[in-house]
């Protein structure tokens, strides 16, 4: 095994496919051309679903690619864990009715184990139980002892609403006895973390009809995603993925502005943790021409970068910093995205923008927050009342997945039901007032002033637009 950085590792894995037929092809946009189903792009092989339904043709049988994705479901367990992230790289071959497990077997074997030189002797596989095939190919050709190839009922992917589906053969490698639970039966599958999945080949040989029944499909494909960070990981002998070369970098900077130093305190390596990553999302996001809002992926944009700035508050910075964050991260990955070059200007004003008010938002809204704890400490509570979570989302612009979780984080809960009733009662004020047509603003007449002799208030450094009219 021989160290990679995870320029290199990209790159391997590109030039590899493309020796073998493969059209390399860029990373789609994070933003999901005509799919309303999708609000960002989470998976490698998320912008290729017109192809494998057959819906429309691909430019080529045979593709790679290294797609970028962000997921924030699970948001909350970034930084708490060595693998969970916003922002992850998926390195992917597909084939659209071409080749099938006879051949991308063999080569995802050959990948692993000549080009990246993983030890053979440490990697395991798991198989659908009634996959033969894919059993024959793992234990006859590539070589794999039977003791390290492992039936699971959990080897089967498809979507619920039917479609393209099949087996998949997850490639894991074992990284030691001290990484384990220490049970006779961890293997593949145990949560421990001990077992390693690095990748994954989805074998889509059936379509799911509305039945419930399968049918082979005329055309089978192949669908694989190998986790560049995991790989990294692996490679660099690095505990988790945040020591990578790929994110550690952007720790070291927040180390710098905090004053902090890594693996000193669990509480700080979390927030820590959790700019780099997130930082990795915003400039992506923003590069791809998403904005923060109110709603959809501008919400997810914002809600992110907020995030990390609050997080940033944690570890004492008070002064603006994430342009700084995300100046480093386009260093780091432009070479490959030289978009993130090209719009670094771009991305520096809308996050400046973004922090700059959120700074004094995040201030107010943490002030009354706090006071509210305290008196329910006093008082015994331990949940915090819906309208009063409502009053910092309505009044003070405070997210309330934040105001969730600094209470969790200080042994709190937050009443989820009265917040909605909260949000609700104030939606149906905001749709009555709309429909209320006695209440009407009134207008001053102003297309008759003389602008000549009117003053300038120097000192005035806020205004509000009451009206617009139409030129005459």
Same mark, same amino acid.
């Given at each position: 095994m021989?160290?990679?950085?995870g320029?290199?590792?990209?790159?391997?894995?590109?030039?590899?496919?493309?020796?073998r037929?493969?059209?390399v092809?860029?990373s789609?946009?994070?933003?999901?051309?005509d799919?309303?189903?999708?609000?960002?792009?989470?998976?490698?092989?998320?912008?290729?679903?017109?192809?494998f339904?057959?819906?429309?043709?691909?430019?080529?049988?045979?593709?790679?690619?290294?797609?970028?994705?962000?997921?924030?479901?699970?948001i909350?367990?970034v930084?708490?864990?060595?693998?969970?992230?916003?922002?992850?790289?998926?390195?992917?071959n597909?084939?659209? #009715?071409?080749?099938f497990?006879?051949?991308v077997?063999?080569?995802?074997?050959?990948?692993?184990?000549?080009?990246?030189?993983?030890?053979a002797d440490?990697?395991w596989?798991t198989?659908?139980p009634?996959?033969q095939?894919?059993?024959?190919l793992?234990h /006859?050709?590539?070589?794999?002892?039977?003791?390290r190839?492992?039936?699971?009922?959990?080897?089967?992917?498809?979507?619920?609403?039917?479609g393209?589906?099949?087996p998949?053969?997850?490639?894991?490698?074992?990284?030691?006895?001290?990484?384990?639970?220490?049970?006779?039966?961890?293997?593949?599958?145990c949560?421990?973390g001990?077992?390693?999945?690095l990748?994954?080949?989805?074998?889509?040989?059936?379509?799911?009809?509305?039945?419930?029944?399968?049918?082979p499909?005329?055309?089978k494909?192949?669908?694989?995603?190998?986790?560049?960070e995991?790989?990294?990981?692996?490679?660099?002998?690095?505990?988790?993925?945040?020591e990578t070369d790929?994110?550690?970098p952007?720790?070291?900077y927040a180390?710098?502005?905090?004053?902090?130093t890594?693996?000193?305190?669990?509480?700080? /390596?979390v927030?820590?943790?959790?700019?780099a990553?997130?930082?990795?999302?915003?400039?992506?996001?923003i590069?791809?021409?998403i904005?923060?809002?109110n709603?959809?992926?501008?919400?997810?944009?914002?809600?992110?970068?907020?995030r990390?700035?609050?997080?940033?508050?944690?570890?004492?910075?008070?002064k603006?910093?994430?342009?700084?964050?995300?100046d480093?991260?386009?260093d780091?990955?432009?070479?490959?995205?030289?978009?993130l070059r090209?719009?670094?200007s771009?991305?520096?004003?809308?996050?400046?923008?973004?922090?700059n008010s959120?700074?004094?938002t995040?201030?107010?809204?943490?002030?009354?927050?706090?006071q509210?704890? /305290?008196?329910?400490?006093?008082?015994?509570?331990?949940?915090?009342?819906?309208?009063?979570?409502?009053q910092?989302?309505d009044?003070?612009?405070?997210?309330?997945?934040?105001?969730?979780?600094?209470?969790?984080e200080?042994?709190?809960?937050?009443?989820?039901?009265g917040f909605?009733?909260?949000?609700?009662a104030?939606?149906?004020?905001a749709?009555?007032?709309r429909?209320?047509?006695?209440?009407?603003?009134?207008?001053?007449e102003?297309?008759?002033l003389?602008?000549?002799?009117?003053?300038?208030d120097?000192?005035?450094?806020? #205004?509000?637009?009451?009206?617009?009219?139409?030129?005459?």
């Open positions: 021989k160290y990679l950085s320029n290199e590792i990209r790159q391997k894995y590109l030039d590899f496919f493309k020796e037929g493969h059209l092809l860029p789609a946009s994070l933003i999901p051309h799919d309303p189903t999708l609000l960002l792009i989470g998976a490698g092989m998320a912008p290729f679903k017109p192809y339904t057959g819906k429309v043709k691909p430019p080529a049988t045979r593709i790679t690619t290294c797609q970028k994705c962000v997921r924030t479901g699970d909350e367990n930084g708490r864990t060595a693998r969970h992230h916003t922002y992850f790289e998926m390195l992917g597909f084939s659209f #009715g071409d080749y497990k006879k051949e077997i063999p080569w995802a074997w050959e990948f692993l184990t000549k080009v990246l030189e993983l030890p440490k990697l596989i198989v659908y009634k996959d095939e894919a059993y024959d793992w /006859d050709v590539c070589g794999v002892p039977a003791e190839i492992v039936k699971l009922e959990d080897n089967w992917w498809e979507i619920t609403s039917g393209p589906c099949g998949d053969s997850e490639i894991h490698i074992d990284l030691g006895e001290e990484r384990g639970c220490g049970s006779p039966d961890c293997g593949p599958g949560d421990c001990r077992f390693l999945e990748w994954n080949l989805v074998f889509t040989q059936y379509n799911k009809e509305p039945d419930g029944s399968y049918t499909l005329q055309h494909n192949i669908d694989t995603g190998l986790g560049l995991r790989v990294a990981s692996v490679l660099q002998n690095k505990p988790s993925n945040f790929l994110i550690f952007i720790i070291e180390c710098r502005v905090s004053g902090k890594y693996n000193a305190d669990p509480k700080d /390596d927030s820590l943790k959790v700019i990553d997130h930082a990795r999302s915003v400039t992506f996001m590069g791809d021409g904005l923060p809002s709603e959809g992926r501008g919400y997810i944009l914002r809600r992110v970068l907020r990390a700035i609050r997080h940033g508050r944690l570890l004492g910075i008070r603006e910093f994430l342009v700084g964050a995300a480093l991260v386009i780091m990955y432009g070479d490959h995205y030289t978009d090209e719009k670094k771009y991305i520096e004003k809308v996050i400046a923008m973004e922090e959120f700074l004094q995040l201030e107010q809204g943490t002030d009354l927050l706090n509210k704890i /305290d008196a329910m400490r006093k008082a015994g509570s331990t949940v915090l009342n819906g309208e009063d979570a409502f910092l989302y009044t003070f612009g405070f997210p309330w997945e934040l105001t969730e979780e600094i209470l969790e200080q042994g709190f809960t937050m009443d989820k039901e909605e009733k909260a949000m609700e104030q939606r149906e004020r749709r009555s007032a429909n209320d047509k006695e209440g009407k603003p009134v207008l001053y102003t297309r008759h003389k602008l000549g002799v009117l003053t300038v120097e000192a005035s450094k806020n #205004g509000k637009v009451a009206a617009i009219f139409p030129a005459h």
